[in-house]
């Protein structure tokens, strides 16, 4: 690949070009006036602290909360997510799980997402992942990261599938193959469905949302909000450290 040294195609190993000269340059430690290296990014603080200053510019209106389906008591919004809550604390800015556990950065950028909701417009029609215009780009890693994580963790079986669903507060629904819908937030519904394969065709599986899905979350969080779902299925807790699975 053009642009790139032996010594990186070889795992930062001194090619056949490289001299002592040039390795003992690597071993030199770095210069007392050298700049530091840079803080690692952390694009899910970034991403909160937006979202906090966009719900805390305006906050929702008791119309607004009882559309979301959610309650707010004194300075904090109470979030339905599956068998569990989330507390958005608007005055220190965080969110927790039952009021005890900080919860994962993913679980409190997508709450905090979900709360910021510009247009709250119903619209249940279900619709499939690939329905959604700003996510046709995303239809490749869909497939892998949700589709073929499923089916190789909680969805292996469809017993299995059938287990952890119940356990995590899932709702049979009928049709072919063996589904269920979890409530993710009260306006985001999920349904997971798996289908058996058979000695020509292998296991297969789809997702279906809710078309107001689209207005309710951006395109990225409408993935992560599924991934986040296998989580849970997979007995991930949703708070930062500790705390039951389902």
């Known amino acids: 690949m053009a642009g790139i040294s032996t010594q990186a195609r070889n795992g930062g190993r001194a090619g056949p070009g490289a001299g002592p000269d040039r390795r003992a340059a690597r071993r030199k430690p770095a210069s007392a006036g050298a700049a530091p290296a840079p803080p690692r990014q952390r694009p899910y603080d970034q991403a909160l602290r937006r979202g906090f ?10 119309d607004r909360l009882a559309s979301l389906g ?12 599956m068998n569990r809550e989330l507390h958005i604390d608007l005055d220190q800015r965080g969110v927790r799980v ?29 619709v499939s992942f690939s329905c959604f215009q700003d996510c046709r780009s995303y239809l490749s890693v869909f497939g892998k990261r949700i589709i073929e ?13 059938a287990q952890r669903g119940e356990q995590c507060g899932g709702t049979r629904v009928a049709g072919s193959g063996i589904g269920y819908r979890f409530d993710l937030f009260p306006r985001v519904p999920i ?7 058979d000695d020509e065709v292998s296991p297969g599986a789809s997702v279906i949302y809710r078309a107001d899905v689209e207005r309710l979350l951006p395109a990225e969080d409408r993935v992560v909000a599924v991934e986040l779902l296998l989580d849970h299925l997979s007995g991930k807790p949703m708070s930062e450290i500790g705390g039951p699975p389902c």
């Open 70 to 81: 959610v309650t707010l008591t004194a300075h904090t919004i109470r979030l339905p997510v």
């Open 98 to 126: 039952d009021e005890t556990r900080l919860a994962r950065s993913a679980w409190a950028v997508l709450a905090v997402h979900y709360l910021c909701a510009a247009h709250l417009t119903p619209d249940p029609r279900p």
């Open 53 to 62: 200053d966009v719900l805390c510019a305006a906050p929702p209106t008791s």
């Open 149 to 161: 994580r499923f089916l190789a963790t909680s969805g292996r079986s469809a017993q299995q599938f």
């Open 191 to 197: 349904t997971l469905v798996r289908y058996e394969g």
